[in-house]
Structures are given as C-alpha cells and as structure tokens.
C-alpha cells in the first residue's frame, strides 16, 4: 500500500518511539519524508532502520530543536526546498516530566510548554505556506490521553497537551477553506521514551494506586515503566490513516490510542 507515492512529509520527533514508528512507516507506504529530532544519534538510528527496509533513498534528516524560534525557521524552509512542497506535517516532538503540582517550578512548567505546545505552534505555522499550497495538506499533531483523564503528577504535560487539542480544532476550522485537515492522535499505554522514563520523573512519594485506572483492556505484548503497553507502531498505523487520502473526510478531532484504557 503506497498511500504516500509522491508526497512530502515532515515528521518531528522523529529519532524514537512513535515518531520514529511513524517515519519509518510513511516511507514504507512510499512517502519522501524529512525526519527531524533535536538528538542526532536517534535520527542515525531512524536512518539505519531506513537503510535496512530499503527506504533511506527517501529519507533526510534534520537537526531540530521546537523549542527555538530560528531552528524551527530554517528547518521548515528547508525541508519544504528538499521535498519541493510539503503534504503532510506530523508534529510528534514533545517531552514529559512528573512532579508534584504544588513542587512544580515556573522553570519546568515553561520548558514543557514551550517544547509540547509551543513546539508544535512554531513548526505549524512555518509549515502552513507550504501545505496550503497542497491539494491535499495534512497537520497531524500529538495528544495524550492525559489531556482528558486525570495523569496524576503530570499537570503541566497534560495541560500542554490539552492545548494542542484546542490548537488543532482551530486550525481545522480557520483553513478548511483552503482544504487543510488537522487532526489529533491522543496516544496512551504506547511504549516509547517517554513511557520508558515516566518512572525515572515521578515523585520518591508517588501514590502508585492512583494509575492503576490507566491499564489497557486490550491485551499488549511490551512493557514500560512497569505498565503494560502496545508498540508505537500502532499508532504509527492510524497516523498513516489520517495523513492520507483514506482519512479525507477527517479533521477537527482527536483520535484516542489507549487500547481501551479509557472506554
């Protein structure tokens, strides 16, 4: 299924987890793609993984870093000369850190803002030329189940994330006009960096009982943190969906990933 014949891609976090599950499967599908990532030796990885699927002749990687204005500037730009347009945007970068609320400093509130939801502002909006000059122009941006159910020590992550939504209902509205799509993926108990981390952020005092409401129901075959998951390349698939003629009738809305944890 080549779905992607033809069109140009930017990916952001695209050197681990769902970012780079993504990537890798747009390449497959036959798109030239442009992944970008703030660490160079996961973007040699994402590149390496190419090369072993006999994808890498498509593939250019960028160092990016969301959370500055001029390298998201340079980055986009050059990435649309390389793919000569752009069709598709999937804004996967983000962090995550746990705290207390109440010990939470402004410091580490910004940082996670400006990496999750001003990231992906930036990046959208130097993107946005480009795709609208697309026939079919696609913003695929990053959620969480965090920004509709309770993620216990994570309030300036969920909050970040809850403001995507909120960005990506926007957008769909403000350029349907101009036939751009924007659309949501809120991923939950997906293996990636960030879950494999989540233990390492939490507070020495956490109260463990409070995730056990954040379990899938579906049966998962990787772990995380301790928690059981699904590989990222199940969200790769429906980022594929979205981001592609089949999701054509798609925008303004999120699409929740957790296996059921939340039904």
Not at 92 to 118: C, K
């Amino acid at each position: 299924m080549n779905r992607f014949d033809g069109r140009g891609v930017l990916v952001t976090g695209a050197a681990s987890g769902i970012g780079q599950a993504t990537a890798l499967r747009l390449l497959d599908e036959g798109a030239r793609l442009v992944a970008a990532d703030i660490s160079e030796d996961g973007l040699a990885e994402t590149r390496q993984r190419a090369e072993d699927a006999g994808t890498a002749e498509r593939l250019t990687t960028m160092r990016l870093d969301t959370a500055d204005e001029d390298s998201v500037t340079s980055v986009v730009a050059e990435a649309v000369e390389r793919l000569g347009g752009l069709d598709a945007l999937v804004n996967a970068a983000g962090m995550l850190r746990a705290a207390h609320t109440h010990e939470t400093s402004l410091e580490l509130w910004n940082r996670i803002m400006t990496v999750n939801l001003t990231g992906t502002f930036l990046v959208t909006r130097q993107a946005l030329p480009a795709l609208l000059e697309s026939e079919h122009g696609v913003v695929v941006n990053f959620s969480s189940t965090s920004a509709s159910f309770a993620h216990p020590y994570m309030a300036a992550y969920a909050a970040s994330k809850g403001g995507i939504q909120s960005f990506t209902h926007t957008l769909a509205s403000e350029y349907s006009k101009w036939g751009l799509r924007a659309v949501c993926v809120a991923p939950g108990s997906i293996k990636s960096g960030i879950t494999d981390e989540t233990p390492n952020y939490l507070p020495a005092d956490a109260d463990m009982s409070l995730f056990a409401k954040l379990s899938p129901a579906l049966r998962t075959d990787q772990e995380a943190g301790g928690a059981t998951m699904a590989g990222p390349e199940t969200v790769a698939g429906v980022v594929a969906m979205l981001a592609s003629d089949d999701g054509a009738f798609t925008t303004g809305t999120e699409i929740r990933i957790d296996g059921g944890t939340h039904a």
